[in-house]
């Protein structure tokens, strides 16, 4: 009897919510694609903005040498953005035939890369391109005291900003979304 009670059980459960083979691999494709997205987006932005830096470089006649080391040092941080997301897209060019483990595993790589990210290389590129553009504007603005000290005073408070509420707040957005799709990943992986 317990058998044939346990049978009718069995075969009455609703799997109607369980999730399926089909739910992972959307997954897989819908992260897979977004990210590309956004990376190529950046990449294209990135050299974009490089390029008509590169641009004013030859045709802006500067007189002193902080204008042309603050060119630099912008361009230094277009490349190394330009680089950084190149990389990332290659990464996200290879998760194409993966299982769901290494999926999984390749999203814990991703928020160790993203952590490491954030510690070093945007550091890098975000020191880059504020000295850059600290120096790239002394030249316009050095003439006139009052000029001078409203557009460092503004640009001193924007990157101030910049480094210690849209980043953080950025990152910590970014962590979360990240968290959730391996959570959900991760989930699904144990019920198949």
Sequence with gaps: MELNELRKVWLSADTGNLPGADDMVRMIRKYRRGNLVKKLGMTIIATLLSALMVFVVFSYKS??????????????????????????????????????????????????????????TQVAGLLLASFGLLLYIYEAVSANLLLLCVAYGALA????????????????????????????????????
């Excluded at 290879?94 to 290494?102: A, M």
């Excluded at 799709?181 to 198949?192: C, G, P």
């Design 63 to 120: 007189v002193m040498p902080s204008t042309r080391i603050g060119e630099t040092l912008i361009i230094m941080a277009g490349l190394l953005l330009i680089i950084s997301n190149a990389r990332s897209l290659g990464r996200l060019h290879r998760i194409k035939d993966n299982t769901n483990k290494e999926f999984i595993e390749y999203l814990m790589q991703v928020q160790r890369n993203r952590l490491k990210y954030y510690k070093t």
């Design 157 to 192: 408070a924007w990157l101030c900003v910049n480094w210690f509420v849209i980043r953080p707040r950025a990152y910590r957005r970014q962590a979360t979304k990240l968290k959730a799709t391996i959570d959900k990943a991760s989930s699904i992986n144990k019920q198949l």
